[in-house]
Nanobody
């Protein structure tokens, strides 16, 4: 079955960095669009960054210049490098895998990121 397993979350001070990883199995990883989404308490889930199968990327305005999404099609893993973290980045971060046709859409279990002094 399909599994998306996130790791790398935690507590970090404002201005700090974290790197999230999402290891995928059960899909032909290289053909899927991969994305990171987040959901803060009391708010709707929002897209943070996506990377297509071809490597094109797109970011939410709130994270442009601070976050970088990348993928390793050999390790079947997508990463989110988060720099200059702010308290408003605090949320549960979810990994998403979406097929080209959007027929198949999978989610990880989420990893907590807390930015606080």
């Amino acid at each position: 079955q399909v599994q998306l397993v996130e790791s790398g979350g935690g507590l970090v001070q404002p201005g700090g960095s974290l790197r999230l990883s999402c290891a995928a199995s059960g899909i032909i990883f290289s053909t899927y669009r991969m994305g990171w989404y987040r959901q803060a308490p009391g708010k709707q889930r929002e897209a943070v960054a996506v990377i297509t199968s071809g490597g094109s990327t797109n970011y939410a305005d709130s994270v442009k210049g601070r976050f970088t999404i990348s993928r390793d099609n050999v390790k079947n893993t997508v990463y989110l490098q988060m720099n200059s973290l702010k308290p408003e980045d605090t949320a549960v971060y979810y990994c998403n895998a979406r097929s080209v046709s959007a027929r198949y859409d999978y989610w990880g279990q989420g990893t907590q990121v807390t930015v606080s002094s």
